[in-house]
């Protein structure tokens, strides 16, 4: 298990935390303009790579905040947290 | 009949202690220390076991967690029993019992041993090849596949022990406390780390705490009265703790270590109550330092299974440590120096050394020489070609080998023995090291695999690493601590180092034999009885990776894992496929090393601490009214309030019909409150529902259903609005955590310019439910100044009232049909709420009622329930819920998936009614529809989600999706059953009241 760095709450156990899934994904602000094919692209399209992946993360049972983490999911190292909303720095 | 086979008085075993135990019902004597292998061999037993496939006799091996054979059940039909424990680990207490396994009626005459003679009958992937036809039969074979196989017997009583966890945080775990382990621990805690040094023995030391080999000095000691020196200083090392009889299990990433720590087990029975028999460490170490040792080869060779043919090693331990000869005429077999270190160790102690067998050639180290000054004569260049010996070895075969070590030569010379030592060479014990994701390289010189890229901050030490003599183990292990904790200097430093040199060693990984490969018994893997033989056979037809082949002949797969005989396999296939070992791989070592109880892993969690569970304020009421629970997500929820010994089905009909004819009284407290604030929390309810919210009035209630974002249905729940800036969501009970974590990602990740703040508190109310047409009459009991007038408190709406001094929020919603009243007040007065509604009902037959009646009721109104009736396939549409979807509204979560041209296909299966064509019929929940019966294979359609006989109805109601259901008003369909076929015809779902008259009655 990994030892997470909550960026509300400092170093913390894996098993405070819950897994949400590829980052940066953002809701189209207009949907209803989508066809049905970049619909699904948003909606069910993820690369789930072996490698260095961005994803979001949430502090599920700590402070309940969502954030970011780099994670080389080979190896599961952990290359960087930053808050929700900030750019991704660079590794 | 026993011997004893004690040699000299060891400081290991208290021979002050006598300590008697039954071994397969005779009692033999040991010593205080000693395990049960060792007891036993003290009394000259060998035969402890059978094996897996061809039950043959199997004695003890090894010394230690890695022994295949000699695994045994452990104090038999009692509740503390516990099967497949290692005799080699296990210490002896007085009166402890212990049993063989996997033989039947004896281990001395086991009927199984007939395989034996049918083994050429019995080849790899004989079970998968023979009981495959024809396919019906399988049952009848698994029945007797299944009793023939299996270890020991699982224990069928309550375990009285106690089992524990504790989390440590440290920052340098030394894992192995021999002599690298020992040393790394003092210098890691002499320089201010926190260090935790662990070792699966009861002593510190390894094996060189039993080393007095006149030749391997430090400093001019003896190795182990240095090393004992060093043990002692430790004890006033601040900073250090120490656990022995504690086995790491599994090394995950992030340096997360769980090791078992045995409290109780070498323990006499009435010493071991009321204590934490076994406790799981969860390590957290920055920095992790293994020093978990090598484990000795055997070799591969015809018959090298029997009963006293024993690793070299283990023979040298049981005589130094534990002061007993493991036979009176002993032969070593060796690839390499290590059996000579062996036989001079028990020429010391006066255990006759036949022969030392050896397949290099000749060559004259100090070591030879002093082997040949003791009498001992040696073979040089011959291998073991067969033994001979049922249960006991008697005598082995030896001829010379010839140059290319592929055939054997000239005469066959036969010699007498009890007792054969094989050395094979050394193999790190890399487990740990590799289940923390770190990978291993090859050494093609040593024929080891040895630690290579890290995958955290971790060193491996000692000869886990591949260091096997003593100068190098230290040279190297000097300067990896210095580099690994950072310091300039160890206090082992300007130590001086003797020790004798080896010279090189010969591989051969399958020996060769007189008789031709098909006619020998060369055992790979002793405990699953997989051969040189079966190895070959799998490559033959055709398995090529290692994983495979492992699985095809069970090469591994023992409780051991495969400790011993892995790396043979390895070599076996790379020679026979030519390939080099290293482009082979390993198989995977998975974690436990060692096989850990169900009660360490669990530890506490057992009885009521199993799951966490929630009871609401009035389950005290419940409980004394001896109502029935249910779990719905971890509350335990009434189900129904059974009367004067009345069935489930009798309590339900009878609360359906008072809660529709007078009055019910459901505790509602379990379902998910979430309070909402905020200047936008009209636009976040417009943006998470699917109708719309923007014009709902204060003090107003409006339902709400909520969909995933691909447009099935998540969630539904009455959301009141409190204030202009501030509602009050409620959620299904199983659904509350969910609904709020998603509220909240989309709050903080999607929407974060949204004003809006979501706080629990499902926990902060507790509610009571009244309903029925005299609800009303109550509720003015309870609050006589309340206003409960339709115009005044109408259908959906909200009033916060006082009961005395007790704020309470009321809201007139309905989940039943019925005029209903939710009551809510503060969670402590929850259960002072019930009883005032209970006291005022009295005169108007309230009647409580539980889960089961409430789903009844709303099946009557065709009202679903999320996670029953849908089930993450359904949209609203789906649920001819179209009302409830706005066409206005821009976006909503899920609004463009309702758009999708797979949800938009008009033959989704679709919520209807069913109604049975006999009315006394009810239909079972799952059962699967279909409109055709003479068809085979026919379509089904759908399947029934909610099924009851309403007694306010008089016939029995279901739910169920259907395959274009909607257009099929009034059609018959068939629900085949296992023993008739139940006519239906699809209806309304909304089956009472389709008018909602009752609502404003």
Not at chain 2, 136 to 149: G, L, N, T, V
Not at chain 2, 476 to 481: D, I, T
Not at chain 2, 498 to 517: H, Y
Not at chain 2, 673 to 692: C, W
Request: glycine share 8%.
């Amino acid at each position: 298990m990994f030892v997470i760095n909550c960026p509300y709450c400092g170093e913390r156990d894996q098993q405070e935390f819950k897994a949400g899934g590829e980052a940066h994904i953002e809701r189209p602000k207009q949907p209803t303009e989508l066809s049905d094919d970049e619909w699904a692209e948003y909606l069910f399209m993820r690369k789930n790579i072996k490698g260095v992946q961005y994803e979001r993360w949430n502090h599920a049972h700590g402070c309940r905040k969502w954030f970011n983490m780099i994670r080389d999911t080979s190896n599961d190292e952990i290359k960087a947290i930053y808050k929700m909303g900030e750019k991704p720095p660079s590794i | 009949m026993s011997e004893n086979l004690r040699v000299k008085s060891s400081q290991y075993i208290d021979e002050t202690t006598r300590v008697s135990f039954k071994f397969n019902g005779t009692t033999y004597y040991g010593f205080k220390g000693d395990t049960l292998a060792s007891a036993l061999l003290a009394n000259n037993v060998h035969l402890v076991g059978r094996s897996f496939k061809y039950h043959r006799p199997r004695g003890i091996m090894t010394s230690g967690s890695e022994e295949p054979n000699a695994i045994v059940q452990i104090n038999p039909n009692t509740n503390r029993t516990e099967p497949n424990v290692r005799a080699t680990e296990v210490e002896i207490y007085e009166g402890m019992e212990a049993s063989s396994q996997n033989c039947w009626p004896s281990v001395n005459f086991d009927i199984g041993g007939i395989n034996n003679f049918l083994s050429p009958l019995l080849p790899a992937g004989f079970y998968y090849k023979t009981f495959m036809w024809p396919a019906s039969f399988w049952e009848k074979y698994e029945y007797f596949i299944r009793h023939s196989a299996g270890l020991g017997k699982s224990p069928t009583l309550k375990d009285p022990d106690i089992y524990d966890h504790r989390n440590i945080h440290c920052d340098v775990l030394v894992v192995g406390a021999g002599i690298s382990g020992i040393l790394a621990a003092k210098n890691a805690a002499k320089n201010n780390y926190k260090t935790l040094l662990l070792d699966e023995k009861n002593e510190l030391g390894g094996s060189t705490i039993y080393e007095n080999n006149e030749s391997n000095k430090i400093d001019n000691k003896i190795s182990s009265e240095w090393l004992k020196k060093e043990i002692e200083e430790l004890k006033n090392i601040k900073n250090l703790e120490i656990k022995t009889r504690t086995s790491v299990a599994a090394y995950h990433q992030y340096n997360y270590l769980l090791a078992r720590e045995n409290l109780t087990d070498h323990l006499e029975k009435k010493d071991k109550t009321n204590k934490i028999r076994q406790r799981l460490l969860k390590i957290r170490a920055k920095k992790v330092i293994l020093a978990t040792g090598a484990l000795e080869r055997p070799m591969v060779f015809n018959n090298n299974d029997r009963p006293g043919i024993m690793l070299s090693s283990a023979i040298k331990k049981y005589s130094d440590f534990y002061g007993v000869a493991c036979g009176r005429k002993i032969i070593f077999f060796t690839n390499n120096d290590s059996a000579y270190e062996s036989a001079l160790s028990l020429n010391d102690k006066g255990i006759k050394v036949e022969a030392v067998v050896d397949i290099r050639k000749q060559s004259e180290t100090n070591l030879e020489k002093r082997v040949i000054d003791a009498g001992i004569k040696i073979y040089w260049e011959h291998t073991v070609v067969d033994t001979s010996g049922y249960k006991r070895l008697n005598n082995v075969s030896i001829m010379k080998l010839s140059n290319d070590g592929t055939s054997v030569t000239g005469n066959k010379i036969s010699i007498s023995c009890d007792c054969l030592g094989v050395a094979g060479g050394w193999t790190p014990a890399v487990h740990l090291y590799t289940q923390s994701g770190s990978k291993l390289a090859f050494d093609e010189d040593k024929k080891i695999f040895i630690p290579n890229k890290n995958n955290s901050d971790q060193i491996s030490v000692g000869s886990c690493c591949g260091d096997f003599k003593l100068d190098e183990i230290l040279k190297n292990l000097n300067e990896k601590l210095k580099n690994f904790l950072d310091i300039n200097k160890t206090d082992f430093e300007n130590i001086t180092v003797n020790n004798d040199q080896e010279i090189s060693k010969r591989n051969i990984w399958l020996l060769p034999s007189d008789k031709a490969l098909g006619k020998t018994k060369p055992f790979v893997d002793y405990q699953n009885d997989a051969t040189a033989k079966d190895i070959k056979l799998a490559l033959r037809e055709g398995f090529r990776s290692i994983e495979h082949v492992k699985r095809y002949t069970t090469t591994g797969m023992g409780t051991d894992q495969g400790k011993l005989g892995n790396m043979h396999a390895l070599g076996i296939i790379a020679d026979t496929a030519g390939v080099k070992m290293g482009e082979l791989g390993t198989t995977t070592f998975r974690p436990p090393y060692t096989p850990l109880t169900f009660g360490t892993i669990v530890g506490r969690n057992v009885g009521k601490f199993f799951d966490i569970f929630r009871r609401t304020p009035m389950n005290d009421w419940h409980v004394e009214q001896k109502a029935e629970f249910e779990n719905v997500g971890q509350w335990k929820r009434a189900w129904y309030y059974p009367i004067n010994g009345e069935t489930m089905h009798q309590a339900v009909q009878r609360e359906s019909k008072a809660a529709r004819e007078s009055s019910g009284i459901l505790d509602a407290s379990t379902l998910g409150k979430i309070d909402i604030q905020g200047s936008d929390a009209s636009e976040f309810l417009n943006r998470v529902y699917t109708n719309a919210w923007s014009k709902l009035g204060i003090g107003k209630c409006r339902y709400g259903l909520m969909l995933n974002e691909d447009g099935m249905v998540y969630d539904d729940g009455v959301t009141t609005r409190l204030g202009e800036n501030h509602y009050l969501m409620t959620t299904t009970t199983g659904g509350a955590a969910n609904v709020l974590g998603k509220l909240e990602d989309y709050l903080q990740t999607e929407w974060p310019e949204l004003d809006v703040y979501l706080t629990s508190v499902t926990d902060q109310f507790a509610t009571a439910s009244l309903c029925g047409p005299n609800s009303k009459k109550i509720l003015k009991k309870i609050i006589p100044d309340l206003d409960l007038s339709d115009e005044n408190f109408p259908h959906m709406s909200f009033k916060e009232a006082k009961i005395g001094s007790i704020v309470c929020r009321i809201m007139r919603i309905s989940f039943t049909g019925e005029q209903s009243f939710e009551i809510n007040v503060q969670s402590s007065y929850g259960k002072d709420l019930w009883e005032k509604c209970i006291e005022a009902g009295k005169e108007f037959n309230i009647t409580p009622y539980g889960t089961e009646t409430m789903h009844l009721l709303r099946a009557e109104k065709g009202f679903i329930i999320v996670g029953q009736d849908t089930d993450g396939t359904m949209t609203p549409i789906d649920l001819q819920m179209d009302w409830i979807v706005s066409k206005k509204k821009y976006d909503f979560i899920g609004k463009r998936s309702l758009y999708r041209s797979d949800t938009m296909r008009e033959d989704r299966k679709q919520l209807v009614g069913l109604l049975t064509d006999d009315p006394k019929v009810v239909l079972e929940e799952g059962a699967q529809i279909v409109s055709e019966l003479n068809k085979n294979p026919v379509e089904m359609l759908g399947h029934v989600t909610s099924s009851y006989f309403s007694p306010n109805l008089n016939k029995s109601i279901a739910l169920a999706v259907v395959r274009g259901g909607k257009d099929m008003m009034g059609k018959k369909l068939f629900i085949p059953m296992e023993d008739k076929t139940i006519n239906v015809t699809v209806s309304n779902p909304v089956f009472f009241d389709q008018t909602n008259e009752r609502l404003n009655a």
